[in-house]
Nanobody
Framework: QVQLVESGGGLVQAGGSLRLSCAAS????????MKWYRQGPGKQRELVAA???????EYADSVHGRFTISRDNAERAVYLQMSNLKPEDTAIYYC?????????????WGQGTQVTVSS
């Protein structure tokens, strides 16, 4: 069973920065992609950024140029460096990892971490 632990959320002023972390643990699993989603107040959950096993990345238009996703394969961790934060970035941020364990696909979510950006 693959489990995720997130950290790094908090309160920051507009223009500030935060770094989110997510570490995966378990036995006999491979990772195909690591992603960050967010869900703002009254909004649907949306994909913020993703990084694939090929190291290719993708970003939502709203964060492109401000957020950077990276991963540490040895630590099985993914990070989201957020800069020039805006009040509209306020949301609960969720880590999501997909891959294979014991020959079967898995799709797991972190517990979520709150990011609040004040104006």
């Amino acid at each position: 069973q693959v489990q995720l632990v997130e950290s790094g959320g908090g309160l920051v002023q507009a223009g500030g920065s935060l770094r989110l972390s997510c570490a995966a643990s378990g036995s006999a699993f491979s990772i195909a992609a690591m992603k960050w989603y967010r869900q703002g107040p009254g909004k649907q959950r949306e994909l913020v950024a993703a990084i694939h096993s090929s190291a290719g990345t993708e970003y939502a238009d709203s964060v492109h140029g401000r957020f950077t996703i990276s991963r540490d394969n040895a630590e099985r961790a993914v990070y989201l460096q957020m800069s020039n934060l805006k009040p509209e970035d306020t949301a609960i941020y969720y880590c999501n990892v997909v891959g294979y364990t014991h020959g079967r696909p898995y799709n797991v979510w972190g517990q979520g971490t709150q990011v609040t950006v004040s104006s």
